[in-house]
């Protein structure tokens, strides 16, 4: 069946560093993939999402790259915030409207 | 902006009472799912709803159940609650084939 693996965590930045998330997923055809993140004592939020391969999602400073050739969808952001402290969750999307999610990953960051 | 909610924040039940938990959404989508998330074990899907009273089974259905009487509304039903279901659940809508908007969660806890 389909399934997402993502990097374990968790992770520990000081701001203004540099982010990688690491996603790889395994699924028959082309799915979409979504990032959620989900703040301390909320719900998920979908951070960006990409369709199609080599569509790249963008929102709020963070990026990802639909790779077919590596079935991967590596979250990244240039330079991050306390405020960007959460967990992220990669996921795709399989036959029957169903997200198929990774583990998710903590992200700490320190001021 | 899609708004979906969920009845309570935070609830405490005893053990083998019958504990309802409701969810709404406003934008007419024709999916619905339930999840729990526990630490270490990630989202879990329970059941999911693909039009009004339709209800298809999740990964951990097992002293569950629900009900979809209007498009707008998906309960979830512990027929008789147990303590190793105190987690948090979170409910999520859809459009076909498309992201999840999810609520702000329900963190339950059986006594």
């Known amino acids: ?111 | 902006d899609v708004k979906v909610t969920q009845s309570s924040r935070y609830l405490v039940k005893r053990t083998g009472e019958k504990v309802f938990l409701e969810c709404v959404q406003d934008m007419d989508h024709e999916n619905m799912f339930w999840y729990r998330q526990d630490p270490g074990l990630g989202l879990r899907l329970i059941y999911f709803s693909y039009d009004v009273k339709m209800k298809e089974k999740g990964d951990i259905p097992e002293g569950y159940s629900v009900s979809r009487e209007k498009k707008e509304r998906f309960s979830l039903i512990l027929e008789s609650a147990s303590t190793n279901q105190t987690s948090m659940y979170l409910c999520a809508s859809s459009p076909p084939m498309n992201e999840q908007f999810f609520g702000p969660g329900t963190r339950l806890t059986v006594l």
């Open chain 1, 1 to 111: 069946g389909n399934s997402v693996t993502q990097m374990e965590g968790p992770v520990t930045l000081s701001e203004e560093a540099f982010l990688t998330i690491n996603c790889t997923y395994t699924a028959t055809g082309y799915p979409s993939l979504f990032w959620y993140v989900q703040y301390p004592g909320e719900g998920l939020q979908l951070l960006l999402k990409a369709t199609k391969a080599d569509d790249k999602g963008s929102n709020k400073g963070f990026e990802a790259t639909y790779r077919k050739e590596t079935t991967s969808f590596h979250l990244e952001k240039g330079s991050v915030q306390v405020s960007d402290s959460a967990v992220y969750f990669c996921a795709l999307i399989e036959y029957g409207n169903k997200l198929v999610f990774g583990a998710g990953t903590i992200l700490r960051v320190k001021s």
